[in-house]
């Protein structure tokens, strides 16, 4: 009885996240005047405000909270579907879309001082969520190729036990731990980051 591997499936992860981000950086330099010269993403305005503000830390704490564990709650049902699997594909993808449009118009914009701001937005909390977020698409994969994959169980006539169940709820706790500190980096930490990473604009 063969099961797809963890190794396997975060292989797969990265390549779908590489996808996504080759078609960010290509959106971003296709369609230059919608982001660049008409748009105000990472612009000047956007620059400043960001310089100016201070946010209340615990006040980020709970809507990053609320977002983080929203999406492990909600990718972690639907991985127990039938949807799951395209679910959990699609949103690597949007990641990283989402990445590669960010970085793009960061480097277009600001050339050097745009991939310091990226790092500076990420960091220290990116030493967390993405090892996280990552164990996190890489259970969903796992869970749903369980429960549904004909190679995994159903060939045999088998079904997981409980020390399965228990061990997958065992991850998720622990995927939950850890998406939570890295929330109170992104909260505490990374604000201070981002101003003093301003600086050079």
Known sequence: MQQQSPAKNCYYIVYLYMI???LG????NVGYD??????SLLGTEMIIRLKNSIPDSAGLLTYILRHRLSTVCIL?????TMIGLP?????????????????????????????????????????????GYMALFVWAVGVNRMLYARGAYRE??????????????????????VVIMGCMLESYVNPKMLHFALKIF
């Open 156 to 177: 045999y006539g088998l079904m997981p036990g409980r020390q399965v169940y228990l061990k997958k709820g065992m991850q998720i706790a622990a995927i939950v731990v």
């Open 25 to 28: 950086i290509l959106a971003v």
């Open 87 to 131: 679910a959990v594909c699609g949103y690597v993808c949007y990641i990283g879309l989402s990445a590669g449009c960010l970085l793009s118009v960061a480097v277009i914009r600001y050339g050097i001082r745009g991939l310091f701001l990226m790092a500076a937005g990420i960091l220290p909390q990116g030493i967390l969520l993405i090892p």
């Open 34 to 39: 919608t982001w660049i010269k008409d748009g």
């Open 20 to 22: 996504g981000l080759f």
């Open 76 to 80: 972690g049902i639907l991985a127990t």
